[in-house]
């Protein structure tokens, strides 16, 4: 059975102490090279099935190779999590799932099924 890939996110995770200027400096590459993406807001504390400070950026199916090389290269060490919207959330966030950095622990609870 295959599942229809709508979109696709990516979710930078930085500490505001001590790495929010490079998660700003891959932001700003990502607005310039990629102005087709979303750029989600800023959030310094947990929010929803992340367990700490993140961005969102939201992207059609087409942008995955160039933005995909583009965090692989340029995400300065910060973990990244990136992962299709299938309209499965929990599913879409764990079993098909890709980290780049750490794997962090996700409050899967808060998603549907």
């Known amino acids: ?3 229809a890939i ?3 996110h ?3 995770y930085y500490d505001p102490a001590t790495t929010r200027a490079a998660a700003a400096t891959l ?3 990502i607005a310039a090279r990629f102005p087709a993406a979303v750029l989600g807001r800023w959030h310094d ?3 929803g099935p992340h ?3 993140m961005y969102q950026v939201a992207f059609a199916p087409e942008l995955l190779p160039g933005l ?3 965090l692989v290269l340029h995400r300065a060490g910060l973990t990244v999590l990136v992962h299709p919207e299938t309209g499965r959330a929990r599913a879409d966030h764990t079993a098909h ?3 780049m950095g750490a794997v962090l622990p996700l409050k899967v609870s808060v998603l549907p099924e």
């Open 97 to 99: 799932a890709l980290w």
């Open 10 to 12: 990516a979710h930078v």
């Open 68 to 70: 995909l090389a583009f």
């Open 51 to 53: 367990p700490g400070a």
């Open 27 to 29: 932001r700003e590459g």
């Open 6 to 8: 709508t979109g696709w």
């Open 45 to 47: 504390t947990p929010v």
């Open 1 to 3: 059975m295959s599942e």
